[in-house]
């Protein structure tokens, strides 16, 4: 049989059309990968994943044979009224509190359509990327008002079908926070999320605060992504605290601690007995390399920590833990592309997983975030799901993870909306003699 050129089929794929890709490397949920074929439908949902379908009903049938098909990357913490707001916001100190007081300077006047043109830019550049899902906690406080997380809710709602956004109520507490005005406003907010957040180490009053955050949460019937513990203070931390609520308000396997950078300066014996209280609680865990390698430990004069939490124990102990963004070119993360594989190469590194967990790292982008994001049968290579997938020119996971594809083609709900390939412009051989 004579082969068609994959690659250009694959960007001559009809939107709006039933598809077949024959003979990929498929990587299941559980991590394994076969060759099978994928059978997507015309409602941009996947029909079947199997070796060897029939595909006569298809209206396109592309043999992708020697590549390699991953379900979309997942980005479960981002902050997207934040992101590209860099230049606007200088912190000098480039520690966390700073960061926090600079863009709360710049919330007070960032309108809609700021946070519309920056947000959706960098959704962009994800999707391109291959992130087809994005959870992002939008701040809610008397400096930001209700501008981002109004903005933010019409993207979500108006770009559904490109790109699926979980929006976090992030109730930030702020100098002299108000209860009376969280009291009146968290509601609303709530209403408009998907999800219920805050960073109780800045509030006056942590348990107060968060009774309030888990009261809003079980009222609606929303989960609860905590920034808990993003500092390397180990006399002062509030699991026990948040991990009593989880309990107390029935929220096992609807709550997200996000950083719990603390659980790395604990003594193994505390940090143990906390790892299995979350385990036991089914919490689970992101952790957000970038911003905690650029924020903590500044204040040390010798060999500063890393300050990310226990990355490779909790992940061995069994603890559900994903990676994310964080911020995006802000104050609090000046870099950031969008790109999930080099937030799992960061993982890898800097959390001391080991040369053979690269499949892990590939997990704390897609299935381990896809169950925090509770995305469920919506989510993966499987019947029914939607077609949200990446087909790069890498061999297997580990090489997906440890260098990336020259290749990729990304498709949410069964349209391609992303092709890009890094291409090697040969030099001729005698020129090269030449110039030698
Ligand atoms: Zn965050």
Redesign the pocket.
């Known amino acids: 049989m004579v082969r068609d050129n994959p690659t250009a089929s694959l960007v001559n794929l009809a939107s709006g059309q039933s598809f077949a890709l024959t003979g990929g490397t498929v990587i299941h949920d559980d991590g394994s990968q076969s060759i099978s074929d994928i059978l997507v439908g015309a409602n941009g949902r996947i029909i079947a994943v199997e070796p060897l379908l029939d595909t006569t009903s298809c209206g396109a049938c592309v043999d992708i044979a020697g590549m390699l098909v991953s379900p979309g990357f997942l980005d479960a913490?981002q902050?997207l009224d934040k992101t590209g707001v860099l230049r606007f916001t200088p912190n000098p100190s480039g520690t966390l509190q700073g960061a926090r007081e600079a863009f709360a300077k710049y919330a007070r006047t960032a309108g809609p359509d700021d946070i519309h043109k920056r947000a959706t830019r960098t959704i962009g550049r994800c999707l391109s990327r291959g992130t087809t899902a994005i959870r992002s906690?939008i701040n809610v406080d008397k400096d930001a008002g209700f501008h981002g997380i109004e903005t933010l809710a019409s993207i979500r709602d108006n770009a559904k079908d490109r790109i699926t956004l979980q929006l976090v109520a992030f109730m930030t507490p702020h100098p002299g926070q108000d209860f009376e005005w969280l009291g009146k406003n968290i509601d609303g907010a709530v209403a408009l999320a998907d999800a219920v957040g805050g960073t109780p180490a800045v509030s006056e009053d942590p348990p107060r605060y968060l009774d309030t955050l888990f009261s809003a949460a079980v009222k609606a019937g929303k989960p609860v992504d905590l920034?808990l513990d993003e500092h390397l203070n180990a006399g002062v931390h509030l699991l026990d605290a948040a991990l009593d609520r989880v309990e107390r308000f029935g929220m096992q396997g609807r709550t997200v601690f996000?950083h719990v950078s603390v659980l790395s300066a604990l003594p193994r014996p505390d940090f143990q007995r906390i790892a299995e209280r979350i385990l036991a609680l089914d919490v689970g865990v992101v952790t957000?390399p970038a911003?905690n390698l650029y924020l903590q430990g500044r204040d040390y004069e010798m060999l500063p920590p890393r300050g990310l939490t226990r990355v490779a124990e909790l992940h061995r102990a069994g603890i559900t833990i994903a990676t994310a963004s964080?911020?995006i070119q802000d104050p609090f993360v000046p870099t950031g592309s969008g790109d999930m594989l080099e937030i799992a190469r960061w993982t890898l590194l800097a959390g001391h997983l080991r040369g053979d967990e690269l499949a892990a790292a590939h997990r704390m982008i897609t299935m381990a975030p896809a169950r925090l994001m509770g995305l469920g049968k919506n989510y993966g290579l499987r019947a029914g799901a939607r077609a949200d997938f990446v087909v790069t020119d890498c061999i297997d996971t580990d090489t997906l993870v440890a260098g990336g594809p020259d290749r990729a083609f990304v498709f949410s709900k069964g349209r391609l909306v992303s092709d890009t390939a890094t291409t090697l412009t040969r030099v001729e051989e005698s020129r090269m003699t030449e110039d030698a």
Do not use: P, T, V
């Open positions: 913490h902050h906690h920034h996000s957000l911003a964080d911020n």
